[in-house]
């Protein structure tokens, strides 16, 4: 209080403690491998880039690399965007030969993503697996350094349910050209669901970035959940519940 009993100008614009709500408390989620083992991961309470939630990309990416094992076995894979990282400590756990996740280099979130691969480190089979920040259309150098040959780039990218940021088409694009092993063998693996259907063909106009970058583009499948992530959302529920699978290659010639 002042000499005349009045607040100080300070106090007066300054909220109470209990002003705010608090931050919704970090979750846990389960996956189950063919092999009945459960992965747990841990999600943060909230994150404005939405890493507080399991997309179903992550989580049909993750089945899809447990049931074909062949597609990472002894290969260097990348995951970006990769939130609590599943499909990434699937690879893991199924004989990738390097694994390194990465996400926004978000204080709270890379946390955690380094705590679900801890975690992941020590279950049996577990391969070299590694957390890191990245900032798309930045250098990779960093996480290029994981790799026993840096400038040869990675065998596999990850990204799961990442289309839906149109802003960033072009410098996601960047990143897989940086990151990518120039190989005919070689794979992007873009899965994604478009939770917004009215907003279907921005999240496609991707892939056409993506051939202008050099990349060939092939659908190879579709999934149908049994529910929406989203219950409140409007548009189409089917495509709400469908988990569209594409596969990035070079192009001839590139």
């Not at 989580?59 to 074909?68: I, N, W």
């Not at 583009?217 to 699978?245: I, W």
């Amino acid at each position: 209080m002042s000499d005349d009993g009045s607040a100080p100008l300070d106090d007066l614009f300054t909220e109470p403690s209990d002003y705010y709500p608090p931050p919704p408390p970090p979750t846990q989620a389960t996956h189950t491998l063919l092999d009945g083992r459960e992965i747990k991961v841990s999600l943060v309470g909230h994150n404005p880039l939405w890493g507080h939630h399991l997309w179903n990309a992550g989580r049909v990416l993750a089945t899809h690399f447990d049931t074909y094992p062949d597609l990472i076995r002894n290969k260097s894979v990348l995951e970006l965007g990769a939130a609590a990282g599943l499909p990434s400590l699937v690879c893991a756990l199924r004989g990738a030969q390097v694994v390194v996740a990465t996400d926004y280099p978000d204080t709270d979130l890379i946390a955690n993503l380094a705590a679900n691969v801890e975690r992941v480190r020590s279950m049996d089979g577990c391969g070299a697996v590694e957390a890191e920040g990245l900032l798309w259309g930045a250098s990779p150098e960093s996480v290029l350094s994981h790799l026993p040959k840096p400038a040869v780039g990675f065998d596999v990218l990850v990204l799961a349910d990442l289309l839906f940021n149109h802003s960033e088409h072009a410098k996601l694009v960047l990143t897989l050209q940086q990151t990518l092993r120039k190989s005919p063998h070689a794979r992007a693996y873009v899965y994604f669901t478009p939770y917004r259907p009215w907003l279907l063909e921005k999240d496609l106009a991707f892939f056409d970035v993506a051939r202008e970058g050099g990349f060939r583009v092939e659908k190879v499948s579709e999934t149908v959940m049994e529910r929406v992530m989203f219950e409140e959302d409007r548009g189409d529920e089917l495509l709400r519940r469908t988990v569209f699978g594409y596969e990035l290659a070079w192009a001839e010639g590139v």
